[in-house]
């Protein structure tokens, strides 16, 4: 068995508003046993990467892009093996409401415990870009740690600790870590191999990172999971 010492570091910088920070995330969730990587889930607020970057929302780059991402995006989930579907208000999701509540209670979890951040992330994911449901209502965030298998008392330790200023900090934390790192959007991943770190942004880069790695890229679902389907 694989020591966490011996393992390499693979952060990854996401927030639930990107579809495509999902496409890697269930990607980099599959591959970590095959791969023996130690996996660092980091949300971050997008907004704040976006604006400090000075970068724009894909959607507003020009009009050629808006109109090629929707189909992009379908492409892409179907070849990474993820059901996605568009939200209905597309604008009103990433614009309007954000993902800034949903982000700090990701991160209020992962401070309380970080067992759940792969499941609570997941869900949320899957509520915007599956089910085209709420993820800022409070009651909503319930409904997501109740489903993610968190007792009682830690979901509402959680929810309450949303607006403090420790989560607060931590999410900004990340923000600005992933921006030293050199990100300018999201997904943005980072690996630490032999003492360099190597920063690989979006979702359709990982025969690049397993050639970093030193490992073998075996499509969107490795080997080992193709033969327990």
Request: proline content about 5%; hydrophobic content about 40%.
């Amino acid at each position: 068995m694989t020591s966490n010492a011996s393992k390499k570091l693979i952060e990854l910088f996401y927030d639930v508003v990107s579809p495509y920070s999902w496409f890697a995330f269930e990607v980099l969730c599959r591959y970590k046993n095959k791969w023996a990587i130690d996996l660092h889930l980091k949300p971050v607020f997008l907004g704040g990467i976006m604006q400090k970057a000075g970068n724009k929302p894909p959607v507003m780059v020009c009009t050629n892009k808006a109109i090629y991402l929707p189909k992009d995006v379908e492409r892409m989930s179907e070849y990474m093996k993820v059901d996605f579907k568009l939200p209905s208000d597309i604008f009103g999701v990433m614009f309007d409401k954000g993902t800034l509540k949903a982000q700090r209670f990701i991160t209020a979890v992962d401070m309380i415990d970080s067992s759940f951040t792969e499941n609570v992330s997941r869900i949320l994911w899957t509520r915007i870009h599956r089910n085209d449901e709420d993820i800022t209502e409070p009651e909503n965030f319930v409904m997501v740690g109740k489903q993610a298998g968190m007792k009682p008392e830690i979901l509402k330790k959680a929810i309450s600790q949303i607006t403090d200023d420790a989560v607060k900090k931590r999410l900004a934390d990340y923000t600005e870590d992933a921006l030293e790192k050199g990100a300018f959007g999201v997904p943005t991943i980072v690996a630490h191999v032999n003492g360099k770190q190597e920063m690989i942004f979006g979702c359709d880069r990982f025969p690049i990172l397993a050639k970093i790695l030193g490992e073998k890229w075996d499509g969107p679902i490795p080997q080992i999971l193709q033969n327990k389907l």
